[in-house]
């Protein structure tokens, strides 16, 4: 679901921070932005809601952590309810993505990528929330494309 000329913003939600992605205005690809250190749940939503202005945001990606079986858990619990807060809050569209692994990629291509255990910390979160909505768009890009030419 992406709405030409608005952007996607995703969310991987984590106890003290939150991981943030923007999708180019197209849908095609995703861009870490800076990680949101959380103060407390109606700070984190004035921050999210003011970086949905600032990029134009029409759709929030939450990362749904899932269990390896594929069940929710309390974690994913807690993702819809802070998704249902900041759909409230912010008046846009949220959808949920499965982000079972997406840590632990985004670990691994930093430690191959030779970074320390500081940096490490501070980008985990950051690529995981690009992993998550590069996974989703090309998710759609293949379902849209995959659809052109029916009726």
């Known amino acids: 679901m992406h709405v ?3 952007r996607i913003l995703a969310l991987d939600l984590g106890q003290r921070r939150i991981g ?5 205005p197209l849908g095609w690809s995703a861009q870490g932005l ?6 407390n749940r109606g700070a984190d939503l004035a921050a999210l809601a003011e970086l949905g202005r600032c990029h134009q945001a ?3 990606l939450v990362g749904l952590p899932r269990r390896l ?3 929710e858990g309390p974690e994913a619990a807690r993702a819809r309810a802070f998704g249902d807060d900041l759909a409230r809050h912010t008046r846009l569209p949220v959808a949920y993505w499965d982000e079972r692994l997406t840590s632990v990629e985004a670990g ?3 430690r191959s990528a030779g970074s320390s255990r500081r940096q490490l910390r501070q980008a985990v979160d950051r690529l ?3 992993l998550i909505l590069q996974s989703y768009l090309d998710r759609t890009a293949v379902a849209h494309t995959s659809n052109q030419g029916e009726p």
């Open 4 to 6: 030409a000329g608005h």
């Open 20 to 24: 943030l992605a923007v999708s180019d």
């Open 34 to 39: 800076p990680t949101l250190q959380r103060r």
């Open 58 to 60: 029409g759709l929030w």
């Open 69 to 71: 079986s594929g069940v």
């Open 108 to 110: 691994r291509v930093l």
């Open 128 to 130: 995981s929330a690009v």
